[in-house]
DNA sequence: GCTAGGATTGAGACCGGACTCACATTGGGG
DNA sequence: CCCCAATGTGAGTCCGGTCTCAATCCTAGC
């Protein structure tokens, strides 16, 4: 019978070697299956640990083997299925491999996502995954190296900084569905993201996303080849609540030019861009065509289904974490599995009725 | 092997200490801003702390306050939206009080969560909060309490188990979502749910979830009133993956006497009934009936609008979180807000044809 | 029967902070 | 001018493990 006594403090290998009768080094040893142990006193100790439920502490362990088995994951919103489903990859992965997760959500707000790493830092994580903010301002990720710990960039690059990084080529998809979009006969395409800039889009200028940047600069480049560019009224950053982007969106489709596509940068955006344009009384993709970034099940759904770009999201998250993971274990990189965005076509891209009316 | 190890210790108050020329306690003194200090010595031990970056280490601070500062989420699926919001809510709720949250996944299998909960209590977190997998296998629950340490479950119940429980009353919702499709007209109602089971529903049965107990609780008194029962044919468990979740819904719609009414356990399974729906060429609300539970945005961009049962997971979260800090912080338990689940009408309940016909 | 050398074992030193305790210093009150 | 209380300060312990090191056993080999 187990003595059932209602103490506060946990069993410890000094709890355990006190009632197996032998040192705490030998309990220890016992217990960590490492060193050497006689059978009778190995006995002595598992049966003596199991009666009192001895647990370790993993703390304790951590401190000084200075490992936590544990990995930070920093991401802008996990309330986004892009990152839930990275993130789960992530999760998944590390569980195999015996880590843990400590998830911080940042709001796409660079300060939080400072303190986050530094929070991360100071538990002690084993690495860290980290879906920057900003590709600009740096500074905390360049710690974390400084620090020596592994670090690993998802979906997004971040300027001079030497850390290996899990994303797909953008520059080359948002070229490739730019093309598909041209090709269908549109000239008026709309770019709308919730990205915040310090002021309105110009053509050539600098944005703190790199993921942005590839896609505008994917786009541009498959405009140009047909003389055309990318310009301020059609590419429509810091949309920022849903009632933002609806009034983004009726922007885009009522100015004297409008737009005949809208691309969405992302499922979140995509929800009220689609909303506005059902307000507006206009058919998809009879009046205006929509692209979106991003696949979730969902978008086959709708009448008519999306058309989109997926990325392998899920696989993202796990080639991040198995990434990391072989950084910590000091393992080589893998070669990186390859990673590449897709475009699905479904039902909402079409031809302009100003392109119709000619043929 | 070569010699790549610089492994550069971190710096610690001991370093500070030497560097202001003060013993090592006047520098933990200063820098934890506790005990008496001269203002002569604060300034040098914060020059040098500053000087050198120190950061205190979590770890070994957390082992000798006993308070890691961290809780433990265990869901049974983050990608699943349900959770996604509900971890957001947990996250900033957490994030705000000063708390930091690891996430573990469990796939809804309940010895993943036993060990989920293992690893917790292991890494000392102050306080858990579940979603579990089962009412009924819960003795890893109880040790959490037996371990005295806080434990709040979120959105389901535990049998016999005195935790705190953040969760809507679903019974009640059941019966009124069930009332509302029995007066339309419906009087077969099938209900389409992931949960595993031993067997195949049997009327009185006792299933494992308390979420899909109360669920079936209220349809059950719904029905009743009408002088209708649940009946294995409509009530189907054990809905897997995509394809048997369509293939169930072929059934239920195939059957000689058919359902005009299907009912999702929740928004992943919906997508999948909804499919099948459209792939047997069938209408909603026009042939079949559609209602789901938790409201998505999405659910307001298909044909029609998607009629739901929604919960105000965010909040839960935050309710939960709330809860298990203030049980962290030994303050009292505060007055459960109100959380209630709402039925949204939007266009995907209709009367089915039968009935139609009679009118 | 005696000894070398591997197998066992226990004491105690860490890890990096928080905190206790005993020993200065100061300074205000009597 | 002395005494006591209120600071300041440093040495050292503790948290709960891991790990080093020297001492002790034990058994085979001669």
Redesign the interface.
């Known amino acids: 019978m187990s003595s059932n006594n209602p103490r506060?403090r946990?069993v410890t290998v000094a709890d355990v070697a006190k009632a197996a009768q032998v040192s705490k080094a030998q309990a220890a040893r016992a217990l960590g299956n490492y060193g050497a142990v006689s059978d009778d006193v190995r006995e002595r100790v598992l049966a003596a640990a199991e009666e009192l439920a001895y647990?370790?502490?993993?703390?304790?362990r951590?401190?000084n083997t200075g490992k936590?088995h544990?990995i930070g994951v920093v991401v802008g919103?996990?309330?986004n299925?892009h990152f839930?489903?990275a993130?789960?990859g992530i999760?998944?992965t590390a569980?195999k491999a015996g880590f843990?997760?400590?998830?911080?959500?940042t709001d796409e707000d660079v300060s939080a996502e400072v303190d986050a790493v530094?929070?991360l830092?100071?538990?002690?994580v084993d690495g860290l995954i980290v879906a920057p903010a900003s590709s600009v301002n740096t500074g905390h990720l360049q710690r974390v190296q400084e620090?020596?710990r592994p670090l690993v960039l998802l979906d997004r690059t971040a300027g001079g900084l030497a850390a290996q990084t899990v994303a797909v080529d953008m520059a080359g998809m948002a070229y490739e569905s730019t093309r598909y979009l041209l090709s269908e006969g549109h000239r008026r395409i709309a770019f709308i993201s919730t990205l915040k800039t310090e002021s309105p889009f110009t053509p050539g200028m600098v944005v703190d996303s790199s993921q942005i940047t590839e896609r505008l600069d994917g786009m541009g480049r498959a405009l140009g080849e047909e003389g055309l560019a990318l310009s301020a009224d059609l590419v429509r950053l810091n949309a920022g609540d849903a009632e933002s982007i609806r009034s983004i969106t009726r922007d885009v489709l009522l100015m004297p030019e409008p737009a005949t596509a809208v691309v969405a940068s992302d499922g979140?955006i995509a929800?009220s861009v689609?909303?506005a344009i059902?307000e507006l009384g206009l058919s998809i993709p009879g009046d205006v065509s929509f692209l979106m970034y991003d696949d979730?099940?969902?978008t086959?759904?709708?009448?008519p289904p999306l058309t989109v770009i997926a990325q392998p999201v899920y696989d993202m998250g796990v080639a991040a974490a198995s990434a990391l993971i072989r950084q910590i274990e000091g393992r080589k990189p893998a070669v990186a599995p390859d990673l590449v965005a897709r475009l699905i076509k479904r039902g909402s891209v079409g031809t302009p009725r100003a392109v119709k009316a000619y043929t």
Chains 1, 2 share one sequence.
């Open positions: 506060r946990d647990r370790p502490n993993e703390l304790a951590s401190m936590s544990t919103d996990i309330e299925p839930g489903l993130t789960r999760s998944d569980k843990n997760v400590i998830l911080i959500n530094q929070v830092l100071d538990k002690r620090a020596a979140l929800l689609i909303e059902q979730f099940a969902w086959r759904l709708t009448t």
